[in-house]
């Protein structure tokens, strides 16, 4: 028998707000999250229109997001990787 994996929405856990900004592949929308109204930003990137390269870079932001520890940065979280 195969184990099954249980898949979570992330609209099953946050609530997506307002626009706070955008570039050529991503946008940053305000989230609340469901369980605890903690607010966080949320970057939302289209990775069908990024390139192996772009891929690569994504890659990369998201491991020197993880690392960055300052006062005036923002912490990443977590990320989620779909449609790759």
Request: charged share 25%.
């Amino acid at each position: 028998m195969a184990a099954q994996t249980a898949t979570t929405k992330f609209s099953d856990n946050y609530d997506l707000k307002e626009e706070l900004g955008k570039g050529a592949f991503s946008i940053v929308r305000r989230c609340v999250q469901k369980a605890t109204s903690a607010e966080f930003a949320a970057k939302i990137i289209n990775t069908k229109k990024l390139s192996a390269r772009d891929h690569q870079k994504l890659e990369r932001e998201a491991r020197i997001c993880r690392l960055l520890k300052h006062a005036n940065i923002g912490q990443c979280h977590f990320h989620i990787v779909l449609g790759v």
